[in-house]
């Protein structure tokens, strides 16, 4: 076992590797964005990556974020599905609580079973669950129209980032991970092939920035299956909400999506967030899969 701040350039792709086998595997990706942009750029100095070694090949990963000083670290982990049921997750999960003193939230992307029973076998249970959803493109899609003194545009990349965090931060002022993002997460992702400005919305009233709708296009490599298209943030200031503009915002990015070819679109939303949960199931988003945390008892 060896514990990292940084990886380098042939951990990364040793990584990448484990992560594109499991994906292949079980159908979903092992570890989400954040640990996944966190290992090639960086971020949290505190974060901590371990790599499980079975002899020379890198069996297994595990990712230790910070994250929240009130609820405590989070983390992901992945093994080889070569080297599975040989004990490997158990010990990787060891040395994560072993470095976290304990505390510990783990997610497990896709809910498969072998996660709910290592997680029960180490006194983890289940405290939160986070629903993909997906509708077709193909099926129709009703019109939108934003409220009265709100337009649209397009996300400027170099002009608009300290606002949007600003709205960000407020709109998702209760949610730990999306409302704490700073200017180097959004930089990150700027960088990131899939990032399009022309898929990023803008709802301003007069200049002053009121909601957005970022979209994203998941290309067919490395997530088995064909493009498709993602409700990646929507988030409306709190002094708009009720007004109608987040379901605005959210029509106008799946005709963005629908406009670029795509069959699919996509989303997450957190399975208690239900008054969301009811505005996507009304425009024809159903539960496709689930993402479970667990939590050290």
């Known amino acids: 076992m060896e514990i990292r701040e940084r990886l380098d350039d042939?951990?990364?792709?040793?990584?990448?590797?484990?992560?594109?086998a499991a994906t292949e595997t079980d159908g979903v990706r092992p570890l989400n964005e954040h640990v996944m942009l966190h290992m090639r750029y960086g971020g949290d100095p505190l974060a901590r990556s371990l790599l499980?070694?079975?002899?020379?090949?890198?069996?297994?990963?595990?990712h230790v974020d910070p994250t929240d000083e009130v609820e405590g670290p989070s983390g992901e982990l992945v093994v080889h599905p070569d080297f599975r049921r040989t004990g490997h997750g158990r010990r990787l999960l060891e040395a994560v609580l072993e470095l976290t003193g304990g505390r510990l939230r783990l997610w497990a992307h896709g809910d498969h079973a072998g996660a709910?029973?290592?997680?029960?076998?180490m006194g983890f249970e289940r405290m939160r669950s986070l629903w993909q959803m997906r509708r077709s493109l193909f099926a129709p899609l009703p019109p939108y129209a934003v409220p009265d003194g709100v337009r649209l545009r397009a996300f400027v990349p170099g002009q608009d980032?300290?606002?949007?965090?600003?709205?960000n931060a407020a709109a998702f002022a209760h949610h730990p991970e999306q409302g704490s993002w700073t200017r180097d997460d959004l930089l990150r992702r700027e960088r990131e092939p899939w990032f399009d400005p022309a898929g990023f919305f803008l709802a301003c009233r007069g200049e002053r920035l009121v909601g957005f709708h970022w979209t994203k296009i998941h290309g067919s490599s490395g997530h088995g299956h064909e493009p498709l298209g993602e409700v990646y943030v929507v988030g409306v200031d709190p002094s708009q909400q009720g007004t109608g503009l987040g379901r605005a915002l959210t029509l106008a990015g799946l005709h963005h999506l629908r406009s670029r070819g795509l069959a699919q679109a996509m989303l997450y939303v957190d399975e208690a967030n239900t008054a969301a949960i009811r505005l996507y199931e009304g425009l024809g988003f159903n539960r496709w899969d689930v993402d479970v945390m667990y939590a050290a008892s």
Request: glycine share 8%; no cysteine; net charge negative.
């Open 161 to 167: 980032e300290e606002e949007w965090l600003k709205v």
């Open 116 to 121: 709910g029973t290592l997680a029960a076998s």
């Open 10 to 20: 042939q951990e990364i792709a040793e990584v990448q590797r484990i992560v594109d």
């Open 52 to 62: 499980l070694y079975d002899g020379p090949a890198l069996a297994g990963y595990a």
